[in-house]
């Protein structure tokens, strides 16, 4: 048998589970064969790992009218970096992505760029102003995967719920922002023991908890409403979340049944409050970093599957804007290239976390919440495929980084687990930096 690219002496792991080693055939878009054959290309991928390509449900590319920051070259190509095959760019940029024309543009850039995949969310509400609804049919006929205004909270109870009945008609998850602003006020980090220390303003992690537990009483509410049609098994996700309280409102509405899912950043699994000490504003996200309490929960939803999957909320900003001052920086983290490695690293490598568990909640799990079906590792599946090395290690060095935003709170950390090789239906979008270790011949 004939292909492109034959992966040898790879060992297998997708959503399913730890497999053994195969040599991997790749072409025409497919997995042809996991026991060899014959291709122009030959990477040995000894002591590497091969995945399903990752997806990321949450990230910010700043296209259109933010290209300072970010754009969709600047940003898939980061992805494809982070072994993401998949990515779901947010709508609040300048103009806002509420109209199909806009949709349709963005899918016609990114395909030309050939890096990871674009799957446009559109806005809920026109203007993300929350008051009238955005088109949905038209909105995904156009492409878009998801409706959000993320970046802002949606306040109106009742507007939510009519955009969750028009979501459902079209298939579509609602993705909404979980903070109540009156609760969250002008909070700049977790309200707490360290932000009164510290004198500032502080957001309480019960104005996360308020607002999920509203929300999930609208979702009821529609429910009731669709009673005479079959209801729908996804249709409210609630992003970022960041406390205890939070996931365990969740965890009671999916033992009820609710179609509700969730997902959580690197940020939050990683890092606490005390980050704030030196009054950092690389540490300024939104919602804030919480407690280690609240990390160790979100660790154990993660594991249990009552956190369905990880989002990046990859959030890019210049470098000016995040050196001004904590109280006036912007909220937001790039993550996209160091998102893998990194949960490896703090969560499989450090604290024994199941590997196959958190390749599923990089792969099956976001695919799960916006209706793709799973992809594995198995003859006739398509070739959207990472390679990573889980003994390599290296520090996270913004200054290399593909994204814009060349800066990290994890600067320095030394991790492992990087990505080797991203391809997206067959095609090599992404090769390893120099001297990362993968050999390549030919048969």
């Known amino acids: 048998m004939k292909g492109d690219f034959l992966i040898k002496k790879a060992k297998l792991v997708d959503g399913r589970g730890v497999h053994g080693t195969a040599d991997v055939l790749i072409g025409e878009g497919r997995i042809l064969s996991l ?4 291709a122009p290309s030959v990477l040995d991928a000894s002591g590497m790992i091969l995945s399903p390509g990752f997806f990321d449900p949450h990230a910010h590319l700043r296209e259109p009218g933010q290209e300072v920051k970010e754009d969709l070259q600047s940003g898939l190509t980061a992805a494809a970096r982070g072994g993401y095959t998949d990515i779901v760019s947010m709508p609040n940029t300048t103009p806002v992505v509420d109209n ?22 559109a806005a809920l509400t026109q203007g993300q102003e929350g008051k009238v609804l955005s088109e949905a049919h038209r909105l995904q006929e156009a492409g878009a995967v998801m409706l959000t ?17 028009y979501a459902a008609s079209w298939g579509l998850v609602v993705a909404v922002h979980a903070e109540d ?27 996360e908890s308020a607002r999920i537990a509203r929300d999930l009483e609208v979702v009821r509410y529609v429910l009731d409403r669709l009673a005479a049609k079959a209801a729908p ?12 309280r939070g996931l365990e409102l969740i965890r009671q509405a999916k033992h009820q049944g609710l179609p509700v899912t969730t997902e959580v950043g690197p940020h939050h699994l990683t890092l606490t409050e005390e980050a704030l000490n030196g009054l950092n504003p690389l540490y300024k996200v939104a919602p804030p970093l919480r407690t280690q309490s609240d990390v160790e929960a979100l660790i154990e939803g993660l594991l249990d599957g009552s956190i369905d999957c ?15 001052d904590l109280l006036r920086a912007p909220f937001g983290i790039p993550s996209l290239e160091v998102c893998w490695p990194l949960l490896y690293t703090e969560l499989v490598e450090k604290r024994g976390f199941p590997l196959d568990v958190l390749v599923a909640r990089f792969t099956d799990g976001p695919r799960r919440v916006l209706g793709f079906p799973p992809l594995h590792l198995e003859e006739g599946a398509e070739a959207s495929l990472v390679l990573w090395n889980p003994s390599a290690q290296r520090a996270v060095e913004p200054q290399t980084f593909a994204s814009k935003a060349r800066f990290s709170p994890w600067a320095g950390w030394e991790l492992k687990g990087w990505p080797v090789c991203t391809w ?3 095609q090599m979008v992404c090769k390893a930096m120099e001297g990362e270790g993968i050999g390549q011949s030919a048969p």
């Open 149 to 165: 205004d993320d970046g802002k909270t949606n306040e109106d109870a009742g507007v939510l719920a009519q955009g969750l009945l």
């Open 424 to 426: 997206v239906e067959g």
């Open 181 to 207: 602003a009156g609760l969250r006020r002008n909070g700049v980090m977790n309200e707490g023991a360290v932000s009164y220390r510290l004198g500032l303003p502080g957001n309480s992690g019960y104005a």
């Open 233 to 244: 098994d996804r249709l409210l996700h609630i992003q970022h979340l960041s406390t205890r």
């Open 35 to 38: 026991s060899g054959g014959e």
């Open 100 to 121: 199909p024309e806009i949709v349709a543009a963005l899918k016609k850039k990114a395909a030309q760029i050939q890096q990871a995949r674009l799957h446009p969310a």
């Open 310 to 324: 990880i989002g990046t909320d990859h959030a890019p900003h210049t470098q000016d804007e995040k050196e001004l």
